[in-house]
């Protein structure tokens, strides 16, 4: 009987699971799905994925692969089909030489990170992460038993990892540098001597692996040149996973397929820990991720000026509101804006906006405005918006928060 009533009161989760909080994105992207469903005119502002449809040439690959009866498992780590598009994106795109057995196809960019993580990091190993960050890295270093180090970077540097405090924040227990350009949450992108000067504390630093996030690699704006690590140093092509996929720039976010190239050793443990987990990313998105990287790119530039155009637009509209600074990011399709200038203010109702989270909560429930709070990406007190969406519904959600600031008092 006794060991019944204990049973019963064990917990029935891994104390693993007891380190990470659930994503904040995908929970308030929920909320709003809610407040809608309840018949609320709400704007949601919190997605990270392009507006945009998936280009019909990719969706006719797909089509055509499940009548070619491309329907069954594929090779663990992608098709050869894939594997190949893939190396001469690497070498056209970022001058990168990848054999096959230095690629390796998983389920979303985010799966390619997880992987890495689950192949190398041991209890204790540290992970630097420059802070505003995507809310995921940190919580995989947790499940996978590692140390996430958040070193914050200031707005006046654009948001941007200096040289300096990362080789202040590198010990002898660092397994990996995180870097993220364009960012997901400040659009924030790396000029080359920006990099450079990044890559040079790298190179001192043998012991690091670097994980190059270049996913919003194509979305940047102006006349601004995306650069990686491992093309700007060589010396660092030895230890450097330069991670990508066809999520944002294809508009392929439900296809579920992310990439990477590295050393063959790493290569081969994330296939080992996939062959265990997933086995293949689906066939269909693979021939589908083919058609992506092999057919014509000519929507990329259409969609990027439309992206560009609303990041200007949103960036005047937020940044004549008095109380919110809104610095303009190189690329991705967010902006990062501070609400310093609104915290201690009162709500109509006469609660106090305490935080950026608060701020969030007060747009979602006064304006009906769905954004992310910073803290969620490890930054205070900003505030995220996506503004993947059309012209009339950002113009529509900035007028609706220029008028809930004023309203605070
Ligand atoms: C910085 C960053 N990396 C990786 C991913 C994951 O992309 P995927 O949808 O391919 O898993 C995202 C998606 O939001 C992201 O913002």
Redesign the pocket.
Known sequence: MLMTVERTKAPRTAERLSRVKPSPTVALFGRVAQLRAQGQNIIGLVA??PDFDTPENIKEAAVAAMRAGQTKYTAVDGTPALKEAIRAKFKRENGLDYAADQIIVSV????V?YNAFMATLSPGDEVIIAAPY?V?YPEMVLLCDGVPVIVPCRAKAGFKLSAEDLERAITPKTKWVVL?SP??PSGAAYLPDELKRITEVLVRNPHVLVLT?D??EHLVYGNFTFNTAAQIEPELYDRTLTVN?V??TYCM?GW???YAGGPRDLVKGMAAVQSHSTTNPTSISQAAAVEALNGPQDFIAKNNAAFARRREMVVDALGRIEGIECHKPEGAFYVFPSCQGLIGRKRPDGQIIASDEDFVIYLLEKAGVGVVFGAAFGMSPYFRVSYAASDDVLRDACNRIAQASHDLS
């Open positions: 990270g994925e979303g960019g985010k799966h990170i995507w995921s993220n960012s997901n996030d996913i919003y996929g999520s944002k976010t579920r397929i992310g």
